[in-house]
Structure formats: structure tokens, C-alpha cells
């Protein structure tokens, strides 16, 4: 099954620490989507990323937090020092292509990373 | 800056019943409008795609309708059964974003 995979599916960290999701998108897709889900919230863009290129990071938070997506590897999710308010489920989206000529191509999630500051 | 809208938040019914589900967002020029499937503690599954130019799309007992014109698209769901119980989120697609309602908590009763 060559969905998107994410991972650890689960995350615990103490304040502080760094927090590392790691997002490997479909087969053949080239275009990720980060996204947070607060408890009781729907899910808030945070990234959008092509490989070696972030396109939209209007919804990422402007400290502590960081994505990339490396020509080789998962796109990966970075919180440093992290704080209660981190703890949400983490999704990552994929689709093969992105923009008004492919408004055709749905997005596909993972299973998420649930995140969790004590 | 778009804002997506979804009622009822919370819906129950008895199994078999048809019902209805809506969507409205603020801003129509959108590229798509995407309905999903969340069950707990899983990701999104795709439902159905809605492209701009399109009014509605089916899958087997879904029928999902757009106007855009009015920003309200609805997730029609035929003969409910207990595995449809979960929470239902539309999605618009505008420029590099996706903007998300907060859903409707699906419940079907044996």
C-alpha cells in the first residue's frame, strides 16, 4: 500500500524538547501539505512544499517551528523547544500536482502524528 | 480570507434514513471543494472531488453538489448504515491553501 505514511504515530516529549514528524507522500507525488488539528478544532494549514522548495508557509507559526522536503527522504516537520500548546494531531497531505491547470487532483492524508507535550 | 462553515456540527440518525449535510465558505473563487471522511484517531479519506466548473459528483450512496455562486456545497448520503458514523469535513481549495470546516459528527443508530 503505497499511501502517505507518517511517522511516529505517536509523540511524547517534555517542554523544551525538539518534536521531528516525518511525512513520506503517495508514490509518484511531489507536493506536501502540512496541517495541525487542535482538539474540538478543524485542521489549519500550516506548509506547503515541493521537493527542495517551500511554496506557502503562510500558516506556520513564525518561531520555533520549520519544514522541509529534501530531494531525497520524507518531508519532515520541525518544533523546537516545544510548548504545551504544540500538543494536536499532525497531517500530512500529498497530491502529484498543485494549482489552477490540476484543480482535478484531490489530496491524499496520512494517518497523522498525535503530538504530546507533558 | 476564506472561511468555511459546516452544519449541523453533530447529527444522529436512525439507520436507513437519507440525510444531508452542508458546507458554505465566503469566498467563491475556489478550485475545488473536497469532502472527507475522518474516523477517530485515523487521517482523511477522500470522498469526493468537486472541480469549479462542476455542479455535483456521485459515489455510490454519496451525491455531493456545489454552487459556487452562493458558496455552499452539499454531502447528500442515501440508506444510512452504522459504518457511516464519523466525522465529515469539507475543504476548499483556494490558491496554495486548503481551508477546512470543522465538521459534522455523523452518528447512525442500529
Known amino acids: 500500500n503505497a499511501g502517505v505514511m507518517q511517522n511516529p504515530r505517536h509523540l511524547v516529549r517534555r517542554r523544551g524538547q525538539e518534536a521531528r514528524l516525518r511525512c513520506s507522500p503517495m508514490?509518484?507525488?511531489?507536493?506536501v501539505y502540512w496541517y495541525r488539528q487542535l482538539p474540538e478544532e478543524g485542521l489549519k494549514f500550516m506548509v506547503y512544499?515541493?521537493?527542495?522548495?517551500?511554496?506557502?508557509e503562510s500558516g506556520m507559526p513564525k518561531e520555533r517551528f520549520s519544514a522541509e522536503f529534501p530531494k531525497e527522504g520524507p518531508s519532515i516537520l520541525r518544533i523546537q523547544q516545544v510548548v504545551r500548546g504544540d500538543s494536536a494531531a499532525y497531517f500530512c497531505a500529498s497530491s502529484p500536482r498543485a494549482g489552477t491547470l490540476y484543480s482535478n487532483q484531490p489530496q491524499h492524508f496520512g494517518d497523522g502524528t498525535r503530538l504530546s507535550i507533558l | 480570507k476564506q472561511e468555511v462553515t459546516q452544519i449541523p456540527a453533530a447529527l444522529s440518525v436512525p439507520e436507513g434514513e437519507n440525510l444531508v449535510l452542508n458546507c458554505s465558505f465566503t469566498?467563491?473563487?475556489?478550485?475545488?471543494l473536497q469532502w472527507f471522511r475522518q474516523d477517530p484517531g485515523k487521517g482523511l479519506t477522500s470522498l469526493l472531488l468537486?472541480?469549479?466548473?462542476?455542479r455535483e459528483q456521485t459515489s455510490g450512496r454519496l451525491n455531493a453538489s456545489l454552487d459556487k455562486s452562493s458558496g455552499r456545497s452539499t454531502l447528500y448520503i442515501a440508506a444510512s448504515q452504522p459504518g457511516d458514523s464519523a466525522t465529515y469535513l469539507c475543504?476548499?481549495?483556494?490558491?496554495?491553501?486548503?481551508?477546512f470546516g470543522t465538521g459534522t459528527s455523523l452518528t447512525v443508530i442500529p
Open positions: 512544499l515541493q521537493k527542495e522548495n517551500i511554496i506557502d
Open positions: 508514490k509518484g507525488h511531489s507536493h
Open positions: 469566498d467563491s473563487a475556489i478550485y475545488n
Open positions: 475543504a476548499v481549495h483556494t490558491g496554495n491553501q486548503f481551508y
Open positions: 468537486i472541480q469549479s466548473s462542476q
